[in-house]
């Protein structure tokens, strides 16, 4: 089914008259957040090669076209439901799913859909700047599509909120578009969301770890007892896919290129790279470890209560439920090691308290099979030089290992110590000013590269690698 309306869907919007006067009340809204917040420079005169999902048919569900960014039809779109579906997990384990919330619950649903729901815009405010230091057309393209779908999914939330949660939920909506990111009154609402990325390195390691969080919290909710919000967050997980693919496939051209630029005579050694105009290994695993750490902050404390109410009530699984085998999760535990008095311990935790950690178990080695796959990339080059993952301890602002000064490895540090080696781990000032030096200059033609990242295997949609991804009217 493809959808015409001025609001493409799939949930049969001109039936319900209420509920379509109200979106098409934040449609402008939407717009004129967009236009302020959204990339910045590309907005009028910019035609931009995109995907938009038109319907929910695996075989069909997108297509490609020139679009000028504020004309993007941003539609909602739920997977097709799954027949007598039963809730997979929890308290109401084998229960028919919800098809409306229930009033108990109404809160802490509202609550898990705003803290989703205001991550979408956040990133796009995020990446706004972006577009002036491009290496590539096809990179411009990326970056675009990424921002277009992430308020895809912004819409996605603000139709479970304008659908189930009556007023309050519209004033939810509303606020959606109030918050802004790094803003001081008015933040987004998570850390990480907060950050600037103001280099394309810092944006293909957001894609990669931050977008992976994503994908993390979208599995969770995918298992949810809510229906429409398992069915919203299923068809989201479609389009995530290919944001980790911008922020691995980023990096890895970037490897490929140090590694290129560090066999050319006259260099060898990692710090040679910068003065050929590349980007050195160490710069890029301290930009590993920052992204990496603020992301695994995303998944919550070790030890959590809400997360035990979350799973007991059905609100929000674990990724990959139904390859659990215990799904009511009442007599297991989990084993959580934290520092009692300088001594380590190891303290037993009833599995439904230690769900956060459950699930970045799974967020750690998703990330460790993309590192690597990264890793190949060197070795294939014949470099012995290697990532590494970051201990789960290091650099961490939430949880129980919060503040506490962990090298990457997991050993604690003294902090004088910790203090003296954070350039060796962390982005330093002088990181970020070579970043900005090196992509000073934006590369807007076709088939170009910038000399610090290398061209993709292949373009996108099958087209070319040098296709005019992005072209500008006449
Ligand atoms: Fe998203
Ligand atoms: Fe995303």
Redesign the pocket.
Known sequence: MISHERIPNNVDLSSNKRLQRALEHWQPRYIEWWHDMGPQGFQHYHQVYLRTAVSVEPDGWCHYDYVRMPEYRWGIFLAPPVRDRKIGFGDFFGEPAWQEVPGEFRNPLKRLIVLQGDT?PASVEQQRQLGHSCPSLYDLRNLFQVNV??GR?LWAMVYLLHTYFGRDGRDEAEEMLERSSGHDDKPRMLEAFNEPIDNWLDFFMFAMFTDRD?KSQLMSLAESALDPLSRTTRF?LTE?AHHLFVGETGVARILQRTAELMKSPGSGLSGDVRRLGGIDLPLIQRHLNFWFSASVDLHGSEISTNAATYFANGLKGRAREDTFEDHRALHQTYEVSALDDGEWVTRKVPMRNAMNEVLRDWYIGDCEAGITRWNKILERAGLSDRLYVPSRRFNRKIGIYAGLPFDPWGQLLRPEEFERRRHEWLPTDADKAFLKSLTVTPVYEAGQFANWIAPPQRGINRQPVDFEYVRRDE
């Open positions: 979408e779908e992430e999914h994503g989201m995530e």
